[in-house]
């Protein structure tokens, strides 16, 4: 069966700090793969998306990156951290086929100091 | 324009009473599928039902139900005899023939009493 590696779970990290966050799939190949932001109370935003190696969408112009360096694996990063990229953050696959549901990790929750 | 509206931010119930989620939505695709998930209070989000748009037959799964009605655009979910481990964020969601990605609603904060 499929599962879903995210981690850390947690970071306190100081404004103008580096991030990366890494995601990792077991038991699939070719899965789609997402980077998600919900800030505290709030829905789903969409950072970016990636269909395969090399290949990433981004959603929302900000200062946040992400990389797909493996088939399974999905890093998102930052050089310098903002008060706002405070969240928590969530990455997801889904089958390499047409209106396949996503599926979540467990989540990291980033808090700027 | 594609789009997802779950109009009620937050229910509060007493335990064993029923509860209807409500799920409007927006897309001129004739192809399109539509998405529950749960998100209780450990964060991760976890996939209950997915239902595409040629197929309006309502689903049980125990206590759960979805009501799908296109003539209203709508997609329905009911948690009949509620529970506290119903406690969570509910967030329905329209995956539509010409994207690669879904788009979520806002989510309805759903709070069981004892």
């Known amino acids: 069966s499929q599962t879903i590696h995210q981690w850390p779970a947690t970071l306190v990290q100081p404004v103008g700090s580096p991030l990366s966050l890494e995601c990792t799939v077991e038991g699939t190949s070719n899965p789609n793969l997402y980077w998600y932001r919900q800030a505290a109370g709030r829905g789903l935003q969409l950072l970016f998306y990636?269909?395969?190696?090399?290949?990433i969408s981004s959603e929302v112009p900000q200062n946040l990156s992400a990389s797909r360096p493996q088939d399974r694996q999905f890093i998102l990063s930052s050089k310098k951290l903002l008060l706002s990229d405070s969240g928590f953050y969530l990455c997801?696959?889904?089958?390499?086929?047409?209106?396949?549901?996503?599926?979540f990790g467990d989540g990291t929750r980033l808090s700027i100091l | 324009a594609q789009k997802v509206t779950q109009a009620q931010t937050e229910i509060s119930v007493v335990e064993k009473e029923d509860v209807t989620l409500d799920c409007v939505y927006e897309t001129r695709d004739t192809t399109y599928y539509l998405f529950w998930y749960k998100q209780p209070p450990s964060g991760e989000l976890v996939f209950l039902i997915r239902r595409n748009s040629f197929d309006e037959q309502n689903e049980i799964s125990g206590r759960y139900s979805w009501n799908f009605q296109k003539s209203t655009s709508s997609f329905n979910f009911t948690i009949t005899a509620s529970q506290v481990v119903d406690s969570a964020v509910y967030f329905c969601?329209?995956?539509?023939?010409?994207?690669?990605?879904?788009?979520f609603g806002s989510g309805t904060r759903l709070s069981i009493r004892p």
């Open positions: 969601a329209l995956l539509y023939s010409s994207a690669s990605k879904i788009i």
């Open positions: 997801a696959w889904s089958p390499p086929a047409p209106y396949q549901p996503q599926h």
């Open positions: 990636s269909v395969g190696i090399g290949q």
